[in-house]
């Protein structure tokens, strides 16, 4: 059976769709500044081509083998839920972490296995997010927000390295877990409170 898709409100879109907008970006800050300490605790602590080789493919695994999967599954789940969940998934996966790195008990296949988990994770939340784009946002709108995230993403692809370079010389790599832990909560928040239309 086909799905069809309900029309989106011109005048009341933007305040609803940018609430989850600001929240998810929070989120994708903080995710990039972990992926990127992660990346740079690996390379400073084993010097090993292998381990980072490893640790690319470990985040390619999931969306190569589940990948075709998950569009299906999403396109017939809550796709406010899907989101909820694959943040929170990603923030208990962090605490985790944070605490084996805390109890300094942190070995190179904790790294590889929260790795898994949030690619996992996010393999779920990007396509709940691209279909509730289109749900939300008037058709006439869509290229704008489309460029808009595609800013965001060069932004903090920029802005976090950077940032995550200098807080690994001012705190603690748990510390810095933790930072992804808030901003997920805020995307998970914002969500709470907006409705996302779903296909009839």
Do not use: C
């Not at 692809?157 to 995550?164: D, K, M, S, Y």
């Amino acid at each position: 059976m086909s799905q069809t898709l309900p029309e989106v409100e011109s005048k009341n879109w933007k305040a609803s769709f940018f609430t989850v907008w600001v929240g998810q970006a929070f989120s994708l800050f903080g995710s990039t500044l972990v992926d990127f300490a992660l990346v740079w605790y690996l390379t400073k602590t084993t010097g090993s081509a292998t381990v980072l080789a490893l640790s690319t493919l470990v985040v390619l695994l999931p969306r190569i083998v589940f990948g075709p999967f998950i569009g299906a599954l999403v396109d017939r789940w809550d796709r406010r839920l899907v989101m909820i969940l694959a943040d929170s998934f990603v923030a208990m996966a962090i605490v985790a972490l944070a605490g084996i790195f805390w109890i300094d008990r942190i070995a190179v296949w904790h790294i590889y296995l929260i790795m898994f988990i949030r690619a996992l994770a996010e393999g779920f939340h990007f396509p709940a997010m691209q279909a509730s784009t289109s749900l939300m946002v008037p058709k006439e709108h869509l290229s704008r927000i489309a460029g808009l995230n595609q800013a965001l993403n060069g932004a903090m692809n920029i802005i976090a390295p950077p940032v995550g370079a200098l807080l690994m010389t001012l705190i603690p790599i748990y510390a810095i877990l933790s930072i992804d832990v808030v901003t997920a909560m805020v995307a998970v928040t914002t969500l709470f409170f907006i409705p996302i239309p779903q296909p009839v």
